[in-house]
């Protein structure tokens, strides 16, 4: 499976973006996906996920409330919503597939494939 996140970009603090993370290669609908971004200098760190089946969801504490990961099966792409962007927003986003994975999970080690990494920046 290949992953592919979408473009990401330069925003304003407050305002709102979204990622996608497109599959080729495999269907999706067998995997979790899982979203994660790293600042330079940084490790990367768990940000929000989604299970491959019942569309159970987690979210790191920095974000909860403010980003909402969702899935669209028929377009094989899961979705990173993220509303009222801070500073601290700013890192680069991977998406990661986990397949079939009983939870969704934020460990990263239970990752099978991870998409190429997508630069959100947040201007204050």
């Known amino acids: 499976v290949q992953l592919q996140a979408s473009e990401g970009g330069l925003v304003q603090a407050g305002g709102s973006l979204r990622l996608s993370c497109a599959a080729s290669?495999?269907?999706?609908?067998?995997?979790?996906v899982g979203w994660f971004r790293q600042t330079p200098g940084n490790e990367r760190k768990f940000v929000a996920a989604?299970?491959?089946?019942?569309?159970?969801?987690i979210y790191a504490d920095s974000v909860k409330g403010r980003f909402t990961v969702s899935r669209d099966n028929a377009k094989n792409t899961v979705y990173l919503q993220m509303n009222s962007l801070k500073f601290e927003d700013t890192a680069v986003y991977y998406c990661?597939?986990?397949?079939?994975?009983?939870?969704?999970?934020?460990?990263?080690?239970?990752?099978?494939?991870w998409g190429q990494g997508t630069q959100v920046t947040v201007s204050s």
């Open positions: 990661a597939a986990d397949y079939r994975g009983p939870v969704p999970t934020s460990d990263m080690t239970e990752y099978d494939y």
């Open positions: 989604i299970a491959w089946r019942g569309g159970s969801t």
């Open positions: 290669g495999g269907n999706l609908i067998s995997y979790g």
